[in-house]
């Protein structure tokens, strides 16, 4: 069973700082792997997409890495601000299974304080 | 741009009674997917519309039924609500299926049934 992990589950920090969000998938075959961030009471918003040939992308403040071989991606967010507090969810997609494609994580949820 | 727009934002209902889910998207996508999205678990797909005229069922369809009405409208009913259907309900919609397209959200509809 195609399977999304995220990890810390809730993370608080102080504004400024530095943090990486872990997830970790066993969908197969691999398409695709997305990171959204959804602030409280609305919808996901699409940070980044990577394919299988990219170990990195970015997007201002938010780098996310990917491991294929491992199975594994990262999202790293630099210099926290307030606006960063929301749940940040990793989107994996298999290859050719079309609309059953998706597997959400369910999330790790980060706080920033002042 | 509007986007993907949902209504209504929230609704309660009362175990048994019947309610429409109605969004619309103005970004002239072929696809478009409603889910739902439970405290602790990641965003469930219901159904699925690949393109005007076409639906299929997602991980999760049982107890709900959709019209995809034109090619801007993806509506979903819920024939005799549930308290289990209690939920968070997302429509989105993405240029064609999911393969390394970009997957629009709606701001998210709020729904009770006691």
């Known amino acids: 069973k195609n399977q999304v992990e995220q990890s810390p589950q809730s993370l608080i920090i102080l504004e400024g700082k530095n943090c990486t969000l872990q997830c970790n998938y066993t969908v197969s075959p691999f398409s695709n792997l997305r990171w959204y961030k959804q602030d409280t009471g609305r919808g996901p918003v699409s940070l980044t997409i990577?394919?299988?040939?990219?170990n990195t992308k970015s997007n201002g403040r938010y780098t996310a890495t990917l491991d294929a071989d491992t199975k594994q991606s990262s999202l790293h967010i630099t210099a926290s601000q307030l606006s960063d507090s929301a749940s940040y969810i990793c989107v994996v997609s298999a290859r050719d299974t079309g609309r059953r494609a998706l597997t959400f994580g369910s999330g790790t949820r980060l706080q920033v304080q002042p | 741009n509007a986007g993907v727009t949902q209504t209504p934002k929230f609704q309660v209902l009362k175990t048994g009674q019947s309610m429409t889910l109605q969004c619309a998207q103005d970004m002239n996508h072929n696809s478009m997917y409603w889910y739902r999205q439970d405290p602790g678990m990641g965003l469930r797909l219901i159904y699925y519309s690949a393109s005007e005229g076409t639906t299929d069922k997602g991980e999760v369809p049982n107890g709900y039924n959709v019209s995809r009405l034109n090619k801007r409208e993806f509506s979903l009913r819920l024939e005799s609500a549930a308290p289990s259907q209690t939920s968070v309900y997302f429509c989105?919609?993405?240029?064609?299926?999911?393969?390394?397209?970009?997957?629009?959200f709606g701001e998210g509809s709020w729904l009770t049934v006691v």
């Open positions: 989105a919609s993405s240029d064609t299926g999911t393969a390394g397209n970009t997957i629009y």
């Open positions: 990577m394919t299988f040939s990219e």
